[in-house]
C-alpha cells in the first residue's frame, strides 16, 4: 500500500496583490476561489490543489538536524501552474512547493500498489506531454467541458490543477470507490462537473469522511463531515 496526499492552498485575499506587480499571481488566486465559491458553497477558500507522493522511504517530510532541528519536506508533487518558471503540467520537489505551510490543508489516503503506478505514470506521461498553461486555461474553473468544446478553448493536452488532481483521485479509484471508475462516473466528471479544488476537496470528503489537516501543524483543522475543527 501507498501513501498519498492531496494538499490544498488558501486563497487569502491582500489588497497589495492589487497594486504589485509581482503579486498579481496571489489575485488569481483570490479570483479562482471567488468565482468557485457560488457552485461549492460551504467549502474552504481553495484555489490550487498538489498532487504529493512520497519519497522512496515512505516519507513526506524528515527533520534536518544540521545544527537547528528544522521541519524538510520531501517527495513529489505534481500539478499543472503558471507560477514563476513553472508553466503547465509539471512535478517539482515538495520542499520547493511547500514554502508557506500554514497556507496548505491536506487530505491523505493509503492507495494500492496497482493504483499508485498506474496513476504515477499517468501522470509522468502528462508532465512529459506538457503544452503550458495560459490565462484562457482559467476558464476551465468557470465553464463546463461541454462548454469549453463548443467554444473551442478547450485542449486535452492542457489541463488547471484541479483537473489534474482529479486525474490522480479517478486513477488511484479515490474518487470511484468502492465501484471503479465507471462509464457513467467518467462522463459526470468529464462532461458535467466543473472542476476546482473547492469540489476535488468536497467531493473527496464526502466519498471517504477523511478528516482535513493543517501541513503547519499537522493537527486536524475540519473534521470527516468537513466541518472547521476548534483549535
Known amino acids: 500500500m501507498k501513501k498519498i496526499r492531496f494538499v490544498f492552498y488558501k486563497a487569502k485575499f491582500e489588497w497589495r496583490n492589487v497594486f504589485i506587480k509581482g503579486r498579481k499571481i496571489h489575485l488569481v488566486d483570490d479570483l479562482v476561489a471567488l ?4 457552485p461549492n458553497l460551504f467549502t474552504p477558500r481553495y484555489s490550487h490543489v498538489e498532487t504529493w507522493i512520497a519519497d522512496l ?3 513526506f517530510e524528515t527533520v534536518d ?13 505534481y500539478t499543472s501552474t503558471m507560477r514563476g518558471d513553472a508553466n503547465g503540467t509539471v512535478s ?4 520547493e512547493v511547500f514554502t508557506h505551510p500554514e497556507r496548505w490543508e491536506y487530505l491523505e489516503f493509503e492507495v494500492t500498489d496497482e493504483s499508485f503506478k498506474t496513476a504515477l505514470l ?3 506521461l502528462r508532465v512529459l506531454r506538457n503544452k503550458g498553461y495560459s490565462k484562457r486555461d482559467l476558464l476551465r474553473f468557470a465553464m463546463p467541458l461541454w ?33 471503479g471508475v465507471t462509464v457513467i462516473h467518467k462522463y459526470i466528471l468529464q462532461e458535467i462537473l466543473i472542476r476546482s479544488p473547492r469540489r476535488l476537496w468536497r467531493d473527496l470528503v464526502r466519498r471517504h469522511h477523511v478528516a482535513t489537516y493543517s501541513l503547519a501543524t499537522g493537527l486536524m483543522v475540519r473534521d470527516e463531515k468537513g466541518k472547521n475543527v476548534k483549535a
Do not use: N
Not at 468565482?35 to 457560488?38: E, H, N, S, V
Not at 538536524?65 to 508533487?77: A, D, K, N, P, S
Open 147 to 179: 462548454m469549453l468544446k463548443k467554444l473551442h478553448l478547450d485542449d486535452p493536452d492542457r489541463e488547471i490543477c484541479s483537473e489534474h488532481g482529479e486525474g490522480w483521485a479517478t486513477r488511484l479509484l479515490v474518487l470511484a470507490k468502492p465501484y
Open 92 to 95: 517539482r520537489p515538495a520542499s
Open 35 to 38: 468565482g468557485t465559491w457560488l
Open 65 to 77: 538536524y544540521g545544527g537547528f532541528l528544522e521541519r524538510v519536506f520531501v517527495g513529489t508533487c
Open 57 to 59: 522511504a515512505g516519507d
Open 122 to 124: 499517468w501522470a509522468q
